[in-house]
C-alpha cells in the first residue's frame, strides 16, 4: 500500500504521484538521459521517499523506467502501442455499447448527449486551430465521458492507465488535418449510434475508431 502523500500548490493540495504523473503526461521528463530522485524532489519541494514511492507507482502504471535513484519516461515500440490501442478498442466498445443500451432504455439524461456533442465539437474546433495539446485533452475527455456515463468505474480507470500510456508514446495522433476531419466524422458517427441506442452499431464505430488510430499511429512510428 502506497502513502497518500500531498504538497500545496496554486489548487490546493495535490498528491506527489498526481504531480509527478502530470510531468509525465506534459513530456516534462522526456529528456534523452534519466531524470534524478533529487531533482524531482526539489522542484515539487518534497523530500525524496515520496518522490520514490510515487516513482514505484508510475512506473507500475506503465509509465517510467526507474532504475537506481534515476527515472526516464517508458515509450512503448510500435508492437506494444499496438497492443494497447486494441485494449482500448474493446473498452471502448464495450462501454459506448452499453451507453447506447441505457439510450434506447430512456435512462440517459439528454443533456448527457448535448455534453456528449459539446466535447465532440469542441474537440474538431480545436484541432482546426493547430493546438494539439489542448485538442488531445479534448480528444480523451470525450472517450473517457463516454465511459463515465456508461456507469462502469472499472472501465473508466482501465481506459485512463491505456490513454497515459498512449500519450505518452505519441503526441501526435490529431496533427494530420486529414485526420482531424476524419476523427470528427468518426465521432459523429459513434454518437449517432448512441442517440439511436444501437448497441451494436456504437460499440463497431467506437472499436473502429481506436483500431484506424492504431494503424494511422503504427505508419507514424514505422
Same mark, same amino acid.
Given at each position: ?90 473498452? =471502448?466498445?464495450? $462501454? !459506448?455499447?452499453? @451507453?447506447?443500451? +441505457?439510450?434506447? #432504455?430512456?435512462?440517459? %439524461?439528454? /443533456? ?18 493547430? =493546438?494539439?495539446? $489542448? !485538442?488531445?485533452? @479534448?480528444?480523451? +475527455?470525450?472517450? #473517457?465521458?463516454?465511459? %463515465?456515463? /456508461? ?72
Amino acid at each position: 500500500m502506497y502513502a497518500i502523500w500531498q504538497i500545496a500548490c496554486n489548487d490546493g493540495l495535490v498528491s506527489v504521484y498526481g504531480r509527478l504523473r502530470d510531468l509525465v503526461i506534459a513530456g516534462e521528463m522526456d529528456g534523452p538521459g534519466k531524470v534524478s530522485e533529487s531533482s524531482l524532489a526539489e522542484r515539487l519541494a518534497v523530500s525524496r521517499t515520496p518522490v520514490r514511492e510515487a516513482l514505484q507507482r508510475l512506473e507500475a502504471d506503465g509509465l517510467v523506467i526507474a532504475k537506481g535513484r534515476g527515472v526516464r519516461t517508458r515509450r512503448r515500440t510500435g508492437e506494444e502501442l499496438a497492443w494497447v490501442y486494441e485494449a482500448r478498442a474493446a473498452l =471502448d466498445a464495450f $462501454a !459506448a455499447a452499453t @451507453l447506447a443500451g +441505457r439510450q434506447r #432504455e430512456g435512462r440517459l %439524461e439528454p /443533456a448527457s448527449l448535448d455534453e456528449l456533442d459539446r466535447l465532440a465539437d469542441e474537440t474538431d474546433a480545436v484541432s482546426r486551430t493547430g =493546438d494539439l495539446h $489542448a !485538442a488531445t485533452a @479534448l480528444n480523451r +475527455r470525450f472517450h #473517457e465521458r463516454i465511459a %463515465e456515463l /456508461a456507469g462502469n468505474p472499472v472501465i473508466v480507470e482501465s481506459l485512463a492507465r491505456h490513454w497515459d500510456q498512449i500519450l505518452v508514446s505519441t503526441r501526435t495522433g490529431l496533427a494530420n488535418p486529414d485526420r482531424t476531419r476524419a476523427v470528427h466524422d468518426e465521432h459523429l458517427l459513434l454518437l449517432s449510434a448512441i442517440r439511436r441506442g444501437d448497441s451494436e452499431g456504437a460499440a463497431a464505430a467506437a472499436r473502429d475508431h481506436a483500431l484506424t488510430t492504431r494503424d494511422i499511429t503504427a505508419e507514424e512510428t514505422e
